[in-house]
């Protein structure tokens, strides 16, 4: 079996390190925002070249908290990807604001900048900027529109840790953006986390108040804050794996360069230009078969994934805000796209077998 992913083998080697350095921190017993925080905090911020870092309790959190953050006017209006995760739009609406989709390019699958002009109005006030599937959006034009009409970035980092656009890391073009550290990333931890990344130092101090009942001193509270704390020991276990995450994306990015090389024309393959460091968080191929592939698959045993089958306009969860709106470029997006094995615990040979049964199809 050629499952899509398995966890527990990507973490194995790692395993012996972190069982001696958690008896370690169990002997501390100090286990809320103590010391793995504060030193992950800021090896993630270097890491991504930025100044600071202030670690979550997940993704999601992530980005409600730097929404929160920059004191929007209620009900004010936030750019977003039709074909995202929908944590991305639900954390918009959790923020108290209004979500406003905008189609992908069909060939990046990331937000198509030449789609968000139409979609300003006096009400918008950020555009959130969704790196997906390992992939940093087109920046600059972005980054001119955002410019032109006053606006705020966020990125959603979840799936791009590593990532680069143009020489520069996802992740640095916001004046803050949200990361996910749900265990199937590249950077992965044993369980939720998440953290939020930003050059600005009243931001940062701001975000660690507000994940933290609004306090920075114990039992004085200076706004109504959310308790959304990373974990200690998560974040001993992300410090202890950070150092090995170039090595994890050069290995999936070998991995992908076979995919690339080797899979027939049949498939829609993700695009390759040189502006664009990909890390393939997922690495997807389109199909209108989609469904019958995946089946075919599994009885050779190999497991696939579907990021994602039903795109936000058409869950439930959706239908009183975006029912009656159409998105077809999501929408083909969604009914075609299949995730194949691509993660640190799979071998070349692993793939070559993915590979010769699809060309096979």
């Known amino acids: 079996m050629i499952p899509y992913d398995n966890l527990s083998k990507v973490n194995e080697p790692y395993t012996l ?73 639900i954390s918009i609406i959790h923020a108290g604001h209004k979500p406003v989709l905008v189609e992908p390019d069909i060939r990046t699958y990331n937000i198509d900048p030449n789609k968000i002009a139409d979609a300003i109005t006096p009400k918008t006030k950020a555009i959130m900027v969704v790196h997906l599937y390992g992939k940093c959006c087109e920046m600059d034009p972005i980054l001119e529109i955002a410019d032109k009409h006053g606006l705020h970035i966020i990125e959603d980092c979840a799936q791009s840790h590593g990532a680069k656009y143009k020489g520069r890391m996802a992740g640095t073009f916001g004046i803050m953006s949200g990361f996910s550290f749900y265990p199937s990333k590249s950077l992965g931890a044993l369980g939720d986390a998440g953290a939020v990344v930003t050059n600005d130092p009243a931001l940062c101090e701001e975000l660690k108040m507000i994940r933290n009942y609004g306090s920075h001193g114990k039992y004085y509270n200076e706004v109504v804050g959310y308790n959304s704390r990373l974990d200690e020991v998560q974040a001993l276990f992300l410090e202890i794996k950070l150092p090995y995450l170039d090595k994890i994306n050069e290995h999936k990015r070998k991995l992908a360069s076979m995919y690339l090389e080797q899979l027939n024309d049949q498939f829609v393959l993700p695009i390759v230009h040189p502006d664009y460091f990909d890390v393939y968080h997922i ?45 077809p470029i999501a929408e083909e997006i969604h009914s075609t796209t299949l995730s194949l094995p691509c993660s640190s615990c799979h071998t070349e040979t692993d793939i070559q077998m993915v590979i010769d049964a699809l060309n096979a199809f």
Not at 304 to 321: D, F, G, R, S
């Open 283 to 327: 690495f997807n191929i389109r199909h209108p078969k989609r469904d019958a592939i995946k089946e075919y698959l599994l009885k050779l045993d190999i497991g696939t994934e579907i990021h994602y089958p039903v795109a936000p306009n058409k869950q439930k969860a959706m239908a009183y805000l975006l029912a009656k709106k159409s998105f």
């Open 17 to 89: 390190l972190f069982q001696s350095r958690f008896n370690q921190f169990l002997d501390k017993g100090w286990y809320i925002l103590g010391e793995e925080v504060k030193k992950f905090q800021e090896d993630f911020a270097h890491y991504n070249q930025m100044n600071y870092c202030v670690g979550v309790a997940n993704g999601l959190d992530a980005l409600i908290l730097a929404i929160w953050a920059l004191h929007l006017p209620k009900g004010s209006e936030i750019i977003v990807p039709s074909n995202t995760y929908i944590a991305s739009i």
